[in-house]
């Protein structure tokens, strides 16, 4: 314990470990790959109803992998408060980037060269500015380099042509392989034991 | 006594303890946490923070709710008003000690 007790410090940390198993980052790169499957298959707004399959998946699963694990936290009403607009800010952004990539891509008729030449991108790019603000919002620092990595994915492929479709599959592989690895570190670090049946 | 002598003996010793402060001051943070969160986040074994926890609960700072989740038993824990009050006032006068010790 060191000489001051961070008393922020230390709900900051009891709010990390909801995002310490990595399960939110399988479940975005598994969305990712979904999307990215459907695009390809020509069914590019089926993409949107994935996020609303995954979100009460990820609730679930995260329930009961963690519970027995790192145990049950109740947050104080202003932090879930705070949440609760979180939320409903992260859910609007993300119908927005959805719509808008949908829209611009399918049926936007993009005039100029430079114009048609970014568009192919944007899908995962608007996806990279949401894992941002997901990673900004919530202090998951993996979701910031995600982000970067979309916006990287989305210029690169744009330039080289290649559909959208391609870049959200490559997005979510890189996503659903970092988000194993850090799930699998989490199973090693916090097997499941109960101190209570110790004490 | 002199007024040093007088501040650190009006130090709540049960919440003095660095164990239970780091149990009380994780609980004050939060609604409530069960025991497997609190022994996680305090790195304290299963026998020590249970130890801590009888104390507190005896001074009526921790509000013990045992109950089960499916077949796993789950023990919840809550600072009480009293608890909460302790920590405050003990922050206080631990304040009040640091400053004059600076002074």
Same mark, same amino acid.
């Given at each position: ?199 | ?26 609980? @004050? &943070?939060?609604?409530?946490?069960? +025991? #497997?969160?609190?022994?996680? %986040? =305090?790195? *304290? ?15 009526? @700072? &921790?509000?013990?709710?045992?109950? +089960? #989740?499916?077949?796993?038993? %789950? =023990?919840? *824990? ?26």
């Amino acid at each position: 314990m060191g000489a001051t007790l961070d008393m922020e410090g230390l709900e900051r940390r009891a709010y990390q470990t909801l995002w310490e198993d990595g399960l939110i980052d399988v479940i975005s790169g598994v969305g990712l790959l979904a999307m990215g499957t459907a695009w390809i298959m020509h069914e590019a707004a089926l993409g949107a109803i994935f996020p609303a399959i995954l979100v009460p998946v990820w609730s679930s699963a995260h329930r009961r992998l963690s519970a027995p694990r790192v145990g049950v936290v109740e947050f104080a009403p202003e932090r879930r408060g705070r949440e609760r607009k979180k939320q409903l800010v992260l859910a609007l952004i993300g119908v927005l980037c959805l719509a808008l990539g949908v829209a611009v891509y399918s049926f936007g008729r993009p005039t100029g060269e430079v114009f048609r030449a970014i568009v192919p991108g944007l899908p995962a790019a608007l996806l990279g500015l949401g894992a941002g603000l997901v990673g900004a919002m919530c202090g998951i620092r993996r979701f910031l380099l995600y982000a970067a990595a979309m916006v990287v994915i989305g210029a690169l492929g744009a330039g080289l042509g290649v559909r959208p479709g391609w870049h959200l599959l490559s997005g979510g592989v890189i996503v659903t392989v970092s988000g194993i690895a850090v799930l699998v570190s989490y199973l090693h670090r916090y097997p499941v034991d109960d101190p209570e049946a110790s004490a | 006594m002199t007024p040093m002598a007088k501040r650190l003996s009006s130090l709540d010793r049960l919440i003095h303890e660095p164990a239970r402060l780091l149990i009380v001051a994780s609980l @004050y &943070v939060v609604d409530g946490a069960d +025991f #497997v969160f609190l022994s996680r %986040q =305090t790195n *304290l074994t299963g026998g020590n923070l249970s130890s801590h926890l009888n104390k507190l609960e005896e001074a009526g @700072y &921790v509000d013990v709710e045992k109950s +089960f #989740v499916g077949k796993r038993p %789950q =023990t919840m *824990l809550r600072l009480t008003r009293k608890g909460r009050a302790a920590l405050r006032a003990y922050r206080r006068s631990m304040t009040e000690v640091l400053e004059s010790l600076s002074a």
